[in-house]
């Protein structure tokens, strides 16, 4: 029998997820854990994490490995109920599930084991896995169809479903050619889940302790085993840098294919970069080559020029943002508000019909609704040691080339001329003006070019 990806979840059942994060990851070549690094900017724990709680796991159990610290807060990051168990020797799958012995001994309904670096699981599957634990199988392994079986162990189906799976080190000639190959996760029943994984052995090629042997071991038992398949891209594996790129690549496409698919035009998907949890809405159209970081809303018909870049910005309805704008944290654009093209916005918020249409930097401030603000304006917001704020009122209108000193006050209608540095509040409706008087000296332009011509033929 194969299980069925579209099952029903399996309702308040009780569920454990065991997530295996206690990989060196020696082929990244880096300073940072493997299972640390992102992708759509979230680790590879977190999704991992994300996906089984969205499943309906209500206990989560992550083995790290020894002096990792840095794994055990991403993953209390992602869920504060997580609880941190250890495995001091890699002696193999079964060996790191058996670090969380004390949470198998505690009675769930279903036991799920998922690992940190296969960041692509679906919450989908992981519930497809649990509703097949909860129909009456008691160990679900999740294989797929591979282009390329070389390496994986093969998944041997007879008549009563999953006979064993056999890691390719150890296959026959024939068990070779078996194309049903072993993405490793696993998911079992509760109630039998420690006494199989805790008859696991090692008489293997690698001298380890094999969690794919707890199908040959439950069928040994009388119980049953059975296989979920799911697609091969969505059970890759990541284990340097050119596997981290196509698990990338292949959540991006699942992410560009959900905001259109959700209402939003992407005019070329390929060059489109979400992050997880990117929110794009209806009728939003995005240009070439923008880039998503996290914490970005964008609302119903705004625009995104070609080549911006946004983080930690709202972005209200009807608002236009570049080409070549950037929006910091902490950017909040109303409704029908402009940024145009090279300009930064910083903890700041634009008004209704507010517009910052070029060459400028807004930082640390508040501009109100219907004010405008000239090419090449900044606000002066750090000193070297603190931040301080601008306040632009509504409807006010600061010419090109002003530098505004913070903390400053623009009150509403108030106009500041162009070349202006504004160090004192400006009152509504006033005209502020700070620039050096203009001078003119007559023909000193042709006595100085004089000047440099006698000196270079001397």
């Avoid at 209390?76 to 799958?93: D, S, W």
């Avoid at 999740?142 to 064993?164: I, N, Q």
């Avoid at 039998?192 to 001298?207: E, T, W």
């Avoid at 943002?321 to 940024?339: C, I, M, Q, S, T």
Wanted: proline share 2%; glycine share 12%.
């Amino acid at each position: 029998m194969i299980a069925t990806r579209t099952a029903p979840a399996s309702g308040s059942r009780s569920c454990l997820a065991i997530v295996l994060a206690a990989g060196e990851g020696t082929r990244m070549k880096s300073d940072t854990p493997k299972v640390l690094h992102a992708i759509a900017g979230r680790s590879m724990l977190g999704h991992a994490i994300t996906a089984l709680v969205g499943a309906g796991a209500t206990d989560v159990v992550v083995v790290v490995g020894p002096d990792r610290a840095d794994v055990a807060k991403e993953a209390l990051a992602t869920f504060g109920k997580a609880r941190i168990v250890v495995q001091h020797e890699r002696l193999g799958t079964a060996h790191a599930v058996l670090a969380a012995r004390e949470a198998l001994m505690e009675g769930h309904d279903d036991v799920v084991v998922a690992f940190a670096d296969t960041p692509l699981m679906t919450t989908a599957t992981f519930a497809g896995m649990r509703a097949a634990i909860a129909s009456g199988t008691h160990v679900l392994a999740v294989g797929f169809e591979a282009a390329d079986p070389t390496g994986y162990g093969r998944m041997v189906l007879d008549s009563e479903g999953l006979g064993a799976i056999v890691e390719h080190k150890d296959a026959s000639e024939a068990e070779r050619n078996i194309g049903l190959c072993n993405a490793g996760l696993l998911a079992l029943s509760g109630r039998h889940a420690l006494d199989i994984i805790s008859r696991v052995g090692n008489d293997n090629a690698q001298r380890e302790y094999y969690l794919t042997d707890a199908v040959k071991i439950a069928r040994g038992l009388g119980l049953s085993a059975q296989v979920l398949i799911a697609p091969e891209d969505e059970v890759q594996g990541v284990n340097d840098r050119v596997q981290l790129a196509r698990a990338e690549a292949t959540m991006q496409k699942r992410l560009r294919d959900a905001a259109m698919r959700a209402g939003a035009t992407l005019l070329a998907p390929e060059t489109v970069y979400f992050s997880h949890d990117t929110k794009i809405g209806r009728d939003v159209i995005v240009e070439p080559n923008v880039f998503f970081g996290t914490g970005v809303v964008v609302e119903d018909q705004a625009v995104i020029h070609a080549c911006s870049h946004l983080e930690g910005a709202h972005v209200g309805r009807k608002a236009s943002v570049g080409p070549f704008a950037r929006l910091r944290p902490g950017a909040d654009l109303g409704e029908k508000a402009k940024v145009g093209n090279f300009v930064e916005i910083k903890a700041a918020s634009l008004g209704v019909g507010a517009k910052v249409s070029h060459l400028s930097y807004i930082g640390d401030a508040s501009v109100g609704a219907g004010a405008n603000i000239g090419a090449g304006t900044i606000t002066c917001n750090y000193d070297g040691f603190s931040k301080f704020r601008t306040v632009i009122g509504e409807g006010a209108f600061v010419g090109s080339n002003s530098s505004l000193v913070a903390p400053v006050t623009i009150a509403a209608g108030a106009y500041v001329g162009s070349g202006t540095v504004v160090t004192k509040d400006v009152s509504a409706d006033a005209l502020a003006v700070g620039r050096a008087r203009q001078v003119e000296i007559a023909g000193w332009a042709s006595q100085f070019r004089a000047r440099k011509a006698s000196s270079r033929k001397a």
